[in-house]
């Protein structure tokens, strides 16, 4: 949420990236798609100094510019890519780098080979990757083991009360194979916020710009979530991240806070923890392993986008 596509305010977003810190958070992710390498430029200024006492974790695959070769996780962009990211986070080492989505024009096993020599080279210490299916994370680990490459050591995929889908596949995967779990965007988008209600237009910074937003299914959810929460006592934020935690697979959930007061909140929240009973209530309304709509920037297989992959050309549709 630093840059354009949030807080455009670099010194604001330095004092807000040294209050977590201050409060005890030691993970900082980010991604060199975000705001075009802006995200990264603000984050390496707001360690500068306290690189130290920073995990520090980026992403590579999303697009950094018009020319189709500046995306994906090609052995030639990966090198390339890597470099700009040190070069705007001012550090000679990412702890954690991850690969922001599958790319099914790229052979898993050369984009496992880049990764695993920036790790021997020393620039990396750890990869992982973002929003893979469960499929492509047991491949990555066979891979891994046959050809001696680096494994992927975390997964970091959206989860929320009303995204649960990961529960069926993607957390008994890493669990299995010993991978972290960090889960992005547990108030699902600021739904989980109160601020986005049935009959009301969205005013928040997002508001509008993404459909799932209006989905009434996703709506009605957080509807008989809001009193749930007043019932409990429980800022909704609060049991949002609180229920994400709660999960044994999920090693750490991703906050995104634009400003000073977002962050405020979450950290009051800090030490919240949802009994059973609660939790009980909140399968009741989103069953386990369901996702009530889903977030336009979840994962896609191809064969789900492209309409070419799932249907024979039409002189071959006959049964005969």
């Known amino acids: 949420m630093f840059g354009a596509i949030g807080n455009p305010d670099h010194d604001d977003s330095i004092r807000i990236i040294h209050k977590a810190l201050d409060a005890g958070i030691n993970f900082i992710d980010t991604a060199d798609m975000y705001s075009r390498g802006e995200s990264e430029e603000i984050v390496g200024k707001a360690i500068k100094g306290r690189r ?150 969205p005013t928040t910074h997002r508001g509008g710009s993404f459909k799932h937003y209006s989905d009434e299914n996703r709506l009605d959810v957080v509807e008989r979530l809001i009193p749930l929460a007043e019932e409990s006592g429980i800022k909704m934020t609060h049991m949002a991240v609180a229920f994400a935690i709660a999960h044994p697979g999920v090693t750490s959930a991703i906050i995104g806070p634009r400003t000073m007061a977002h962050l405020d909140d979450l950290l009051a929240g800090a030490d919240t923890v949802l009994d059973d009973a609660l939790l009980d209530a909140i399968d009741e309304i989103v069953p386990p392993g369901t996702d009530v709509g889903q977030l336009d920037m979840a994962y896609q297989p191809p064969a789900l986008k492209d309409a070419g992959l799932r249907r024979r050309a039409t002189g071959d549709r006959t049964a005969a």
Do not use: C
Not at 64 to 78: A, K, L, V
Not at 159 to 174: A, D, K
């Open 52 to 201: 130290d006492n920073v995990v520090l974790a980026t992403k590579v695959n999303g697009p950094m510019g018009d020319d189709p070769n500046q995306r994906g996780t090609s052995r030639r962009w990966i090198m390339t890519a890597v470099e700009d990211s040190l070069r705007r986070l001012g550090t000679d080492h990412i702890d954690l780098y991850q690969l922001h989505r599958l790319d099914p024009t790229v052979d898993l096993e050369e984009t496992l080979s880049a990764m695993t020599d920036l790790v021997r080279s020393g620039k990396v210490r750890a990869i992982g990757s973002s929003t893979f299916p469960a499929s492509a994370l047991v491949e990555a680990q066979w891979i891994a083991e046959a050809r001696g490459f680096e494994r992927l050591r975390t997964e970091q995929p959206t989860y929320s009360i009303l995204n649960r889908g990961i529960e069926r596949e993607i957390l008994p995967v890493t669990e299995k194979y010993g991978m972290g779990t960090m889960v992005w965007s547990p108030l699902a988008q600021g739904m989980l916020t109160g601020r986005y209600r049935k009959g009301l237009q």
